[in-house]
Structure formats: structure tokens, C-alpha cells
């Protein structure tokens, strides 16, 4: 009930303006979003280079209704492309189909996407590629990113790979597909509101399928990227690679930026690849309320910090009110789970 909410509340626009008119909500995006410009991102990513940390940029947006919008977010990632080159960041972008023209035209997305592909061919040094990750959107968009990833592929390029949520019903043969292809796989829970007949609505069925998939995509995937920050989704991830004698360095794991900052840093030191999905950009709202939905658990550190890090003033009211009553309806949530057992 409470991530269906989060959901319902990510495209709500008056709750959108309130919590971006806010003075404190800068504070609390802080901790998940990059800033909104590239130079912010950029200055974000070197950081975490230096923790020994490589990242994916993402410019957040999607769905644009303009082929200039498009056409603006393209360039964007060919910026970013560039400034990794120039600024020699371990790095690849993430980008969102339905931000390059997918719901304009369909060969319009696919030549943005060649643009931004082609540049990031040029710009590869013998230390390896700029790889470009088409992010995987609500289920209007996954049979036709798939099929994107295999026309690009059909045209030569190996730099390009896509997301599979764990959520949803078709993911296994998806995965088998794009194992076949030899194209690379970041694997997810999911976070957009799906209905039953597409995406299995209990947890412990997403988890038993991402741990199900997360086997297919070591065994017989290329470098395959195990998205989680659930700890018993990466220690199922270890406790097979250890079994099977699968190379540490064959896959890895990523996170989100700001999320078990803790957990991030302990499975670098023990040798696992670990990279930091890096967002950045204006349209943060949608994208922190669906990081909510994912692991509600997150809500608290919000809440908390409203409580810690400010008096509340009358900007600030909306936000701790709004998170005081979903974070109230977590531990209400929580209590009845426990007691019921």
C-alpha cells in the first residue's frame, strides 16, 4: 500500500510544486541527486573516483512531446559523453528512451541514440569504452527498448545495453534474449505501478525471480551489473559467484548515489566492482519519489534529517508534514507486521 502511494505521488504535480517551492527540500535532494547541472555531476563523480568508485551518469527526464526537447536531451548526453572523455572520469551514461524521441517517432529516438553511441565510440581510449545504458521505463516501453538494443546491435554497435526488472512476469526469457545477443544487463527490482497480470505483486516473488535471474545473467551473461542494496539479494549474488568460481571481476554490483553509502564502500574493499548510479539534472522529483517507492526505508532518513537539520518554518512545513504521515504510515505498517506474526 505505502509504494503504491510513493507511485501515485510521483506524478502528482501540486505535491510536486510544493515540495520544489520548499526551501529544505534542497538539503534533503542532495543526499540522492547530483546537482542539476553537468558541471555539478561531473564534480560528484570525481569524488567518488576517488573512493574508488566508478559511476553512470544520468540526466533525469523523460517523456518529452517535442523533437527539440529530444533533440536537447541528446545533446546533453553527448556533453556528458564528452566531459567524461575530457575530464577522464571512470564512467557511462544512462539514458531514458522516451527522452530521445521514442514516443515522437520511433527512427527519430533510434538516430539520437546513434549520435550519442557514435560519439562515445570516438571518444574510447585502449582503456575501454564509454558504454551507454538505455534505461528501462514502465511496461509501455519494454518489448520496444529491447528491440532498440537489437537494432542498435544489428548495426554494429557493442557499447549499449539496456535494464530488466526483476518485478515483471516476461524478465526471464528477456533475459535469456539479451544473453543470446551478448549484450550487457543491469538488473532491477522495479519501480513503476504495474498491474498483476504483468509483475508479480508480492515481494518475496520479486525477490525469488531477481535472485532466478540474477543466476542466468552471471552464468551466461557479458558483465552483467546486479542493481540492489538489498543485502540479501547481494549476498545470494556472492554466495553463487563464490559457488560456481565466478570471477569477482566478471560482474558488478551498483547502487544508487546516497543509498548504504556504508554498503557501498565495504563490498569495494572486498574486492567487488561497485558502481554509483549518478543522477543529476531539474526533473529530480519523479525520480526521488520512485526511490521511495523501491525501498521506503529511505523515507526515514528523510524525515529524520527534517527533524535534525532544521526548525520548521513555514517552507519547510509541507515537506515534514508529508513525510512525517508516510513515514508514520511505514512504522504503522511495520508494527501490524510484526504483531500479525
Same mark, same amino acid.
Given at each position: ?159 549499449? #545495453? ?27 527490482? #522495479? ?151
Amino acid at each position: 500500500m505505502l509504494r503504491q502511494s510513493l507511485l501515485y505521488l510521483s506524478d502528482n504535480q501540486t505535491l510536486r510544486r510544493t515540495v520544489s517551492e520548499a526551501r529544505l527540500s534542497r538539503r534533503l535532494v542532495d543526499r540522492f541527486v547530483a546537482g542539476e547541472t553537468l558541471d555539478e555531476a561531473i564534480a560528484v563523480s570525481r569524488l567518488l573516483n576517488e573512493s574508488g568508485l566508478p559511476v553512470s551518469l544520468d540526466h533525469l527526464g523523460e517523456a518529452v512531446i517535442t523533437k527539440e526537447e529530444a533533440l536537447s536531451a541528446c545533446d546533453m548526453a553527448i556533453r556528458s559523453v564528452e566531459r567524461i572523455a575530457v575530464d577522464g572520469i571512470d564512467a557511462n551514461i544512462s539514458v531514458k528512451v522516451t527522452q530521445l524521441g521514442l514516443d515522437i517517432e520511433e527512427d527519430f529516438c533510434l538516430a539520437n541514440l546513434e549520435r550519442i553511441l557514435r560519439r562515445a565510440n570516438e571518444l574510447a581510449t585502449d582503456d575501454g569504452e564509454i558504454f551507454v545504458r538505455l534505461d528501462m521505463e514502465s511496461t509501455d516501453y519494454t518489448e520496444k527498448t529491447i528491440q532498440l538494443v537489437e537494432a542498435l546491435w544489428g548495426r554494429g554497435f557493442r557499447n549499449v #545495453g539496456t535494464v530488466l526488472q526483476s518485478y515483471l512476469r516476461r524478465t526471464p526469457g528477456d533475459v535469456k534474449r539479451l544473453n543470446a545477443l551478448g549484450s550487457r544487463v543491469r538488473l532491477v527490482k #522495479g519501480a513503476y505501478n504495474e498491474s498483476e497480470k504483468i509483475a508479480f505483486p508480492d515481494k518475496f516473488d520479486v525477490d525469488d525471480m531477481f535472485v532466478e535471474e540474477m543466476k542466468l545473467l552471471l552464468t551466461d551473461g557479458v558483465y552483467p551489473a546486479i542493481a540492489t542494496h538489498d543485502e540479501q539479494m547481494i549476498s545470494a549474488t556472492r554466495r553463487f559467484a563464490f559457488e560456481q568460481g565466478i570471477p569477482r571481476d566478471s560482474f558488478e554490483f551498483q547502487m544508487l548515489y546516497g543509498v548504504r553509502r556504508d554498503l557501498q564502500q565495504r563490498l569495494r574493499e572486498e574486492g567487488y566492482k561497485v558502481r554509483i548510479y549518478v543522477p543529476y539534472g531539474v526533473s529530480w522529483y519523479p525520480y526521488l519519489m520512485r526511490r521511495m517507492a523501491e525501498r521506503p526505508a529511505n523515507l526515514l532518513f528523510l524525515a529524520t534529517s527534517v527533524a535534525k537539520e532544521s526548525p520548521l518554518g513555514r517552507a519547510a512545513r509541507p515537506v515534514a508534514v508529508g513525510l512525517g504521515v508516510v513515514a508514520g504510515a511505514l512504522a504503522a505498517s511495520a508494527w501490524r507486521g510484526r504483531n500479525s506474526k
